[in-house]
T-cell receptor, first 114, second 113 residues
Framework: DSGVTQTPKHLITATGQRVTLRCSPR?????VYWYQQSLDQGLQFLIQ???????AKGNILERFSAQQFPDLHSELNLSSLELGDSALYFC?????????????FGPGTRLTVL | ELKVEQNPLFLSMQEGKNYTIYCNYS?????LYWYRQDPGKSLESLFV?????AVKQEGRLMASLDTKARLSTLHITAAVHDLSATYFC?????????????FGKGTHLIIQP
């Protein structure tokens, strides 16, 4: 158990819908990362937040957005869903301090778009 | 664009044998990460390699980093069935991990009795 929690575990929805995925980082970690894992694309970095501010963007679609709240939990919003958005979405967190900065991954949310 | 290539992508081996997984990356980076993923599960951090020549060992796994060759290896010694999993290497773009990780495609390892 990494200490990172994600809800829900599974989500099934229809094309065109909007969903919100939630992540709580490990205690003391200030940075949150979102990744998408699919058979086609592998593991892809989407976006990073640090202490409430967006720090880096990866391959995140315009239909997707995220935010990190004052209590450091983060939400990833996916809208106008398409079949190709079906994937496993991971949240990871790190301390973002000096030295080694391991990212610890949560259990993931499996999204199925029908 | 940073590219991370792993090989082999699939490996079936017998218990007791040794093998090495290779990870090449395309741009300068001083940080290289190895993760393990069991089917349907999350990613578990194995090693963080922070500088050229770094070597880390945990049990039957040993990882090394050559930043000049842009190459990391994960060596498995006397493999056991419990090591069956998918192994990913990943690189970040900056020393502070501020850009997220770029992952290889993963090496799917099956260890047979």
């Amino acid at each position: 158990d990494s200490g990172v929690t994600q809800t829900p575990k599974h989500l099934i929805t229809a094309t065109g819908q909007r969903v919100t995925l939630r992540c709580s980082p490990r205690s003391g970690d200030l940075s949150v990362y979102w990744y998408q894992q699919s058979l086609d694309q592998g593991l892809q970095f989407l976006i990073q937040y640090y202490n409430g501010e967006e720090r880096a963007k990866g391959n995140i679609l315009e239909r997707f957005s995220a935010q990190q709240f004052p209590d450091l939990h983060s939400e990833l919003n996916l809208s106008s869903l398409e079949l190709g958005d079906s994937a496993l979405y991971f949240c990871a967190s790190s301390v973002e301090g000096q030295g080694a900065d391991t990212q610890y991954f949560g259990p993931g949310t499996r999204l199925t778009v029908l | 664009e940073l590219k991370v290539e792993q090989n082999p992508l699939f490996l079936s081996m017998q218990e007791g044998k040794n093998y090495t997984i290779y990870c090449n990356y395309s741009t300068t980076s001083d940080r290289l990460y190895w993760y393990r993923q069991d089917p349907g599960k999350s990613l578990e951090s194995l090693f963080v390699l922070l500088s050229n020549g770094a070597v880390k060992q945990e049990g039957r796994l040993m990882a090394s980093l050559d930043t000049k060759a842009r190459l990391s290896t994960l060596h498995i010694t006397a493999a056991v069935h419990d090591l069956s999993a998918t192994y990913f290497c990943a690189v970040d773009h900056s020393g502070g991990g501020a850009d997220g990780l770029t992952f290889g495609k993963g090496t799917h390892l099956i260890i047979q009795p």
